[in-house]
């Protein structure tokens, strides 16, 4: 081989040569080959040195340098292979995974940085015997410089050719085991449990130009090597970490740097990625960021941070001792080395962390988005936490994708009842106005709520009970969401005052100023076309009714709900409201309230007058106290006297009150004419509230309930058997309302049900024994007994269904005269036809469902019939 | 058994004793009130005429009040006067 070379290379020297010099060039160049061998294989035995030197002296005179450099080179390199590489791969061919013994690992490192040593010495012969020659002709560093760069390159070619496939594994696993061992060291006040997850899929964000950052902090970080232990663990952990440093830097040396990289890095963002995960949990009511922060200053960045130091130090070969002299010099109390003098590597690999660590915590959060809204008042800190993640990364449409399609399979189903999805809208809102003032984002993640909702029926009745329920009086409804709706109520109205002076055509041109200063753009994810910030200003209320689309329905129902809490109340106790009412007329507007404030009104005016006529019908009547054992005093007597106009409809079912009741009502009324002429009273006698105590033989039960269950139970005081159309004639309501009503009592085993000769005709019997005194609430369960009543009790005024059903009966002849005219008609034309038409009082303002709705009940009423589209009148 | 009352609520509504429903004058109920007026009833009561034709009091008052000579029922024709 070496003629071989020697023939292409020096064709011109070869032919110059004498056999003298030949004969010189074969005995020198067989001597060198023996000498390299001898250095090479010799077991550290230097001794052949002034041979090599001369062979080497003796073929250079010859002008074969390149040639005796090759060939040492390649015997360097097949010695390497033989004594360095096999022998260090056969360290790891007994473990096929990756837990290598951490002690195999560092015998096998020593071994074959050994041998390189090794050769690096021989190779310094051989330089030190051609510059010997040359008598620096050479640039003799350069040369030097080369020689070596060369002989790393075949070095770690020869390691790279034979590399098993697991090696980036063990080093991974490596420095998995390390990062763990410091981290319990440091981890005084971070415990941590090493539950690791195993998934690998995390670990490529880390390799872009980690060689850059590292370089960088090899040269500044050596500066503050160990400054950052706390004294006690000071020692422990420098023995640690310098192991690490050692063996990154025997890796760095066999040409592993980024593959060495790769694995701490992976190691330590996975070992980041598993803490996060440990930290944050499924507990929603900490603040976790800090700690996590706190965590990387403490554990990975002082592994980072050493590291890079150690590093620093082997590669500039200068004084080791002057990084040591400061462990207690400089800030002996901050425990966060990084924040004194950090070097860029450090502050580089910290922002790394940390962004990581954001986006770790920040995608666990926005996966559980969903329940942390769930629990929001408590969950804040979490979404204190998700919002910084945020700002930090700033995916918020991620947050939106993942949050929406949650939304979707969790709540907007058929099975969430309205109120909790109600309940959570508002959550969210709260939540997200956090993260986003602005509401951008909000106004995605709403859009799927609000459309859903529309298509509820119950959504208006559920949000008004938020709204007016806040003293949590209904059981039904979460006494939590009423507070915090009427809270917003409150809230608003302290936003109204502000903007009040905001809108202030005589804010001075400071506060303008400072508002203009203030002015940030909108996020780059806002939909132009949703209008400016100004408009999309969070308002909770603003967007609940935004689900109903206009105010008026939502206030339209609040005065039903408003009218059936009023006409129910037995004392005129109306201070919530009262507060109620104001709050929602500063919201809506005075004049689309102006109703409701009359009823109130109706109820103040009521008491006033009750006061009066009670006052001076005792003096002028002495009704009350003459009807004896039945009797009713005025006394008990109280009365709401309401403005009919102005409520809702209210549906008054004839009733015969008992008769002493009836005398009182009388009495009342023709005092109330006296009054207050010209204006007379109309009794709707079936509304009220009645208390009334029922006296048994042995014991007396106090309920409190409907006119019409007084009546009912007042006519078994003389007569203990009644048939059910007699008992209806008795109280004048027809006999099914009777029978739905009398229910009541049945329930309350006061009467009970059997039937008669007729089968239609049922009889009531008192239960005078009281078989079953416990059954249904005895003496002490007047509590239960009332919510009974008032969940019994039906609804005294005209759901919003019904009153549209009472103001479209209007119409009825109208749309059964047109169809006798054109015989059949679709939906539309008699929709249209009626608005031609309909003008006058009062005018046709119906929606086609309204009508269409109508029309359904017209057909199941069987005046009208539904063929194909086309209304008929039944024949 | 005995049943003892201990409190009867009762609910009423209140009306004008008048013959008509609305006001002949302003178009709305009687029951109601005035355009003027935000509250019914006492806030915004009913007049009588001598002639029997009633209105809200406000309305009648600003009829008569622009009347350049002696005011005439806006019903009737008659000459307006109160009923006493």
């Known amino acids: 081989m070496a003629d071989s070379i020697s023939s292409v290379c020096n064709l011109a020297i070869l032919d110059k040569l004498s056999d003298g010099s030949i004969e010189e060039i074969l005995e020198s160049y067989n001597g060198f080959c023996a000498a390299t061998d001898t250095l090479l294989n010799g077991a550290g035995d230097l001794s052949v040195g002034p041979q090599f030197l001369s062979h080497v002296h003796g073929l250079c005179k010859h002008g074969l340098e390149s040639l005796l450099r090759d060939h040492f080179l390649g015997a360097l ?231 890079l130091a150690y590093l620093g130090d082997s590669v500039s070969y200068d004084s080791v001792s002057s990084g040591l002299k400061s462990p207690l010099a400089s800030c002996p109390s901050t425990f966060y080395p990084g924040i004194d003098t950090p070097s860029e590597g450090l502050v580089r690999w910290q922002l790394r962390l940390e962004y990581f660590a954001y986006e770790t915590l920040q995608d666990l959060r926005i996966t559980k988005l969903f329940e942390i809204i769930v629990d929001y008042p408590d969950s804040s800190p979490a979404i204190e936490d998700l919002k910084q993640c945020l700002e930090y990364t700033g995916q918020h449409s991620k947050l939106v994708e993942s949050f929406i399609s949650a939304l979707r399979y969790r709540l907007l189903t058929a099975g969430a009842s309205t109120n909790d999805i109600l309940h959570q809208y508002v959550s969210t809102i709260k939540a997200l106005r956090t993260i986003d003032p602005a509401g951008v984002f909000l106004e995605a993640v709403g859009e799927p709520i609000r459309d859903y909702l529309r298509g509820r029926k119950d959504t208006i009745k559920c949000i008004v009970t938020m709204l007016t329920d806040g003293t949590g009086g209904n059981p039904n409804v979460s006494g939590n969401t009423g507070d915090s709706l009427l809270e917003e109520l409150n809230r608003d109205e302290e936003n109204q005052e502000n903007a009040g002076l905001d809108d202030d055509f005589h804010t001075d041109d400071k506060q303008a100023w400072i508002n203009a200063s203030r002015w940030e753009p909108d996020p780059v994810e806002a939909d132009p076309l949703k209008g400016s910030r100004n408009r999309r200003k969070v308002d909770i209320l603003g967007m609940i009714v935004g689900i109903i689309g206009s105010k008026d329905q939502l206030v339209n129902e609040y005065r039903v709900m408003l009218a059936e809490k009023l006409l129910n109340k037995s004392d005129y106790d109306i201070d919530t409201e009262i507060r109620t009412l104001e709050l929602l007329k500063i919201h809506f507007g005075e004049s689309s309230m102006q109703k409701c404030e009359i009823m109130l009104n109706d109820l103040i005016d009521s008491k006033r007058t009750n006061g009066n006529i ?145 089968s239609e005709d049922h009889v009531f019997t008192l239960m005078e024994g009281m078989v079953d005194s416990g059954k249904n609430g005895g003496t002490n369960g007047s509590i239960e007994d009332l919510i009974v009543a008032d969940e019994e009790g039906e609804s005294s005024v005209a759901s919003v269904e019904d009153q549209l059903r009472k103001e479209m009966t209007v119409y009825e002849k109208f749309i059964l005269g047109m169809l006798t005219n054109f015989g059949s008609m679709a939906l539309d034309r008699i929709h249209n036809t009626l608005k031609m038409f309909c003008i006058a009082d009062p005018p046709y303002d119906k929606t086609l469902q309204q009508l269409q709705s109508f029309l359904t009940g017209l057909v199941s009423e069987e005046k009208l019939e539904l063929r194909d589209g086309m209304y008929f009148l039944k024949k | 058994m005995k049943v003892n009352i201990l409190q009867w609520h009762a609910v009423a509504s209140w009306t004008w004793d008048a013959q008509d429903e609305t006001c002949g004058i302003c178009r709305m109920a009687f029951d109601g009130c005035c355009p003027a007026c935000k509250l019914p009833g006492d806030d915004c009561p009913l007049i009588w005429g001598a002639c029997n034709h009633a209105f809200h009091l406000h309305c009648i008052l600003k009829w008569v009040n622009s009347q350049t000579s002696q005011a005439h029922c806006p019903m009737c024709r008659r000459e307006w006067q109160f009923k006493g």
């Open chain 1, 614 to 758: 009670k006052a001076t019908i005792t003096q002028t009547s002495q009704a009350g106290s003459e009807l004896g054992d039945n009797g009713v005093s005025m006394d008990v007597f109280d009365a709401t006297i309401i403005s009919s106009n102005f409520w809702p409809q209210i549906q008054d079912e004839s009733l015969n009150v008992p008769g002493p009741v009836d005398q009182l009502l009388s009495d009342y009324a023709k005092r109330f004419n006296e009054i207050k002429t010209p204006r007379k009273l109309l009794w709707k006698k079936s509304l009220g509230t009645v208390k009334l105590e029922l006296q048994f033989e042995d014991r007396a039960v106090q309920f409190v309930v409907a006119p019409v269950h007084a009546a009912i139970i007042m006519q078994f005081q003389d007569q203990t058997s009644w048939t059910s159309k007699n008992l209806a004639a008795a109280i004048g309501v027809p006999t099914d309302i009777l029978n739905r009503r009398i229910n009541f009592w049945i329930s309350k085993g006061i009467l009970a049900e059997s039937l008669g000769a007729d």
């Open chain 1, 77 to 307: 390199e097949r010695t390497f292979e033989k004594n360095g590489a096999l022998k260090f791969w056969r360290h790891f061919e007994a473990y096929d995974d990756v837990s290598v013994e951490e002690e195999v690992f560092y015998n096998a490192l020593e071994e074959i940085s050994l041998e390189k040593q090794y050769q690096e010495k021989c190779l310094l012969i051989l330089v030190h015997a051609l510059q010997s020659y040359n008598h620096g002709s050479h640039d003799s560093n350069d040369y030097r410089v080369e020689l070596f760069a060369k002989y790393q390159m075949s070095v770690s070619s020869v390691l790279m050719a034979t590399l098993p496939r697991h090696f980036p594994e063990i080093l991974h696993w490596y420095f998995k085991g390390r990062l763990e061992e410091l981290s319990t060291i440091m981890g005084g006040d971070f415990p941590h449990d090493d539950d690791e997850d195993d998934d690998d899929d995390d670990d490529d964000k880390d390799d872009m130009d980690l060689d850059d950052k590292c370089k960088v902090s090899y040269r500044s970080g050596q500066m503050e090597i160990d400054e950052c232990y706390p004294q006690g663990r000071f020692l422990d952990n420098n023995k640690l970490v310098n192991n690490i440093g050692k063996v990154v830097r025997d890796l760095r040396s066999l040409g592993f740097t980024s593959m060495t990289e790769d694995a701490y890095a992976s190691a330590i963002f996975l070992f980041l990625k598993a803490k996060v995960h440990d930290l944050a949990g499924d507990d929603y009511r900490i603040s976790v960021l800090e700690s996590i922060k706190g965590w990387i200053q403490a554990v990975p960045l002082q592994f980072l941070h050493a590291l």
